[in-house]
């Protein structure tokens, strides 16, 4: 019973993420196959991957931004990275934000790429706390599995 | 025909990204096939993180045939198994680019190239219009879909004729090889390596050719019946607007 409460709980966590536009069709593929295609696991590992990816280039990129005269290109490149990564795991928002950060870039604009820096901060966080619940959700509902069969 | 594993070599700096195709291409094989079973092949994937690694990887595969074979017909083995199908490698890249990767790829002048699928998130025709003119097989867009992965395995087919057509060639070889080796004549292996690498290519171009031919056949006997068509009704339409009666037009 508990289990199936918890898979509830997890159906309702990724159609609310994917109403409000956090994540795409692309994520929504990764989890198919996932079902599908025998590899348990699989989406709980890209996305780790991706969060410890993403964390790394936001870091690198506010080094950069802190530096006396900025290197747009450098810059520019990490966030294209970023951008990647984001739309390989199907992280739309993320994804997108990065596409205005890019606009910064290409500006070099120093004051339009911190700002967009924080957009892109904030929004990681927020979709990573989302993905963190959704990885302890599966975690519980695998504890359960076993028992029941 | 055994379904015979595609060796895809990934190359991509992205971690994420490497995993995601990794995935796909596992998927593909396993879930894709369902109905044909029997034809699709599974993916073996070796990934790497860039150019230079891919390259040090096909460079071994080619100093191992090239120095080892001739002593050692295990390590021949050995290299044959490494051997890549096809590449598929992200534009994007410090350092080495797709771009620098494929070209670096179509210098190693083998008697048999190794196909290269280029991908990018960007869709710039210029780059597109580049890597093809360079000899990509194909440009596919990221994040890769699952027919993407199909396209992919058309690719790598494209070299697939070789097994199919002249796959009893290559078997002969590969046993002929093999006594060669037990013999220790080196010299008759390497030029039997050779033969087979060029009746590989033969057929290749046979096949293509015959594909392109017989497709532009089609198209041209389609335009033809068409052009046909429409100088039939003109004629029709001009009798009947002179009111003839339609017996005339049998007369005529």
């Known amino acids: 019973m508990a289990a199936a409460a918890l898979r509830d709980q997890l159906t309702a966590l990724l159609s609310s993420m994917f109403s409000q536009g956090l994540v795409d069709e692309q994520f929504q593929q990764l989890q198919m196959l996932q079902d599908e295609g025998g590899t348990p696991g699989f989406v709980s590992e890209v996305v780790t991957l991706f969060c410890d990816d993403a964390d790394r280039i936001i870091n690198e990129i506010a080094t950069l931004l802190e530096q006396p005269v900025v290197n747009f ?15 390989s795991v199907g992280a739309q928002k993320v994804k997108f934000t990065c596409m205005q950060f890019r606009q910064f870039c290409q500006d070099k604009s120093r004051d339009g790429c911190l700002m967009a820096l924080a957009v892109v901060r904030n929004d990681f966080y927020d979709l990573r706390n989302k993905f963190q619940t959704m990885l302890q959700l599966e975690q519980q509902i695998q504890a359960y599995d076993p028992k029941q069969q | 025909m055994g379904a015979e594993a595609v060796r895809v070599l990934v190359v991509d700096d992205s971690p994420v990204d490497r995993r995601v195709v990794e995935l796909l291409l596992r998927a593909h094989c396993g879930g894709g096939g369902g109905a044909a079973a029997g034809e699709a092949a599974p993916f073996h994937v070796t990934a790497v993180d860039s150019g230079k690694k891919a390259m040090e990887l096909l460079g ?69 219009s580049r890597c093809l003119t360079a000899g990509a097989e194909d440009f596919i867009l990221k994040p890769l879909k699952m027919n993407d992965v199909q396209r992919l395995r058309k690719c790598s087919g494209a070299t697939r004729p070789k097994s199919a057509v002249a796959g009893d060639d290559d078997r002969c070889c590969n046993t002929a090889k093999k006594a060669a080796a037990a013999a220790a004549a080196t010299p008759e292996q390497q030029q039997q390596q050779q033969r087979s690498s060029h009746l590989a290519g033969l057929a290749m171009v ?41 017996l005339s037009l049998w007369c005529a």
């Open chain 1, 73 to 87: 290109d450098k810059v520019d490149a990490y966030v294209h990275q970023l951008k990647g990564s984001s739309a």
């Open chain 2, 60 to 128: 071994r595969r080619r100093g191992d045939r090239d120095h080892l074979t001739p002593s050692s017909p295990a390590a021949a083995a050995a290299a044959n198994d490494q051997a890549i199908d096809i590449v598929l490698t992200d534009y994007c890249m410090p350092e080495m680019t797709g771009y620098d990767l494929l070209k670096a790829i179509k210098a190693l002048g083998s008697p048999n190239p190794i196909p290269v699928v280029v991908m990018s998130s960007e869709n710039e025709p210029q780059r597109i």
């Open chain 2, 206 to 246: 046979m096949n293509a050719s015959s594909f392109e031919v017989s497709h532009y056949f089609q198209l041209i006997f389609k335009l033809i019946l068409l052009a046909y068509a429409v100088l039939c009704l003109s004629q029709l339409l001009h009798r009947w607007s002179n009111g003839s009666s339609l």
